[in-house]
């Protein structure tokens, strides 16, 4: 099922992911004379320069891996305050011309509205990486309370981030292992007995067996190097992260060569 990019959505997750950026920036400066903070600023760092990227706010994304890197790599208090104020700099001149967040989270929508931007994502990761995926849904009208929403579209923008950059092959390589050029994503919802399941697949390359017992330690990545999309060995540890602020949990598995399929689990509210 192909989504289409619903204006308002797209716009009140433009402002909210502008405000998450506020929030990691203030963390960062926070961690400055608080080094306890530093590995949660390093995660909140990390995940809204995934989210920022996708927007196509590539300036701002690329001041945030900047900063990401400077922090990673222990850098001394000037040079994370210059970091930090042409981060600063940028997100003003970007939230100066956006609409605003729409206000109050009570009440649910279509959990498609935790997927709107993922075509993007996979579209711009994939051009970037010179691969070729494709994305199917079921299940995405199922309706979810705005409360849970927020931290299940950063956790989901981690995994679908996961799919494409460590599981999906190139064309060449899918095509040497006889498999489709063009790679497959699917993210599959289900409600059954109180539980909200979501289910992020891929026919990718699966998880190597070393990686499969610690994926979601931190420090933990697949990539070789560093870049804008992967390296830091942060992102399946935030998105276990995001599921347990909600009392859910994350289960992986994985049959090497032939894909991943990471799974969401979460108990519904039951009340108000």
Not at 52 to 67: M, T
Request: aromatic share 2%; hydrophobic share 40%.
């Amino acid at each position: 099922m192909t989504i289409a990019i619903q204006e308002d959505a797209a716009d009140n997750h433009r402002a909210e992911v502008l405000a998450d950026v506020r929030r990691a920036i203030e963390a960062v400066e926070a961690a400055r004379d608080n080094p306890a903070g530093r590995d949660r600023a390093l995660r909140d760092l990390h995940t809204v320069k995934g989210a920022v990227g996708f927007l196509g706010l590539s300036e701002l994304a690329g001041a945030l891996h900047e900063l990401e890197g400077v922090m990673g790599r222990g850098g001394d208090g000037l040079d994370v305050a210059h970091r930090v104020s042409e981060a600063r700099r940028l997100l003003d001149s970007e939230s100066d011309t956006g609409p605003p967040a729409a206000t109050g989270l009570a009440g649910e929508g279509a959990f498609t509205q935790c997927l709107w931007w993922a075509e993007r994502m996979i579209g711009q990761i994939s051009t970037s990486l010179g691969k070729e995926a494709e994305l199917s849904i079921t299940g995405g009208d199922l309706r979810i309370d705005n409360k849970s929403r927020a931290a299940l579209t950063r956790a989901l923008q981690h995994l679908v981030r996961n799919a494409i950059v460590h599981g999906i092959e190139t064309p060449d390589r899918r095509s040497a292992l006889g498999k489709p050029r063009c790679g497959a994503i699917a993210i599959a919802v289900h409600r059954t007995g109180g539980l909200l399941t979501v289910e992020v697949s891929d026919d990718g390359a699966g998880l190597p067996d070393e990686l499969s017992a610690r994926v979601f330690q931190p420090g933990v990545s697949g990539a070789a190097d560093v870049s804008l999309y992967a390296g830091r060995g942060i992102g399946l540890d935030v998105a276990l992260s995001e599921v347990a602020s909600l009392g859910g949990r994350v289960e992986a598995r994985s049959t090497p060569g032939l894909g991943a399929c990471f799974t969401i689990i979460v108990q519904e509210p039951t009340g108000p």
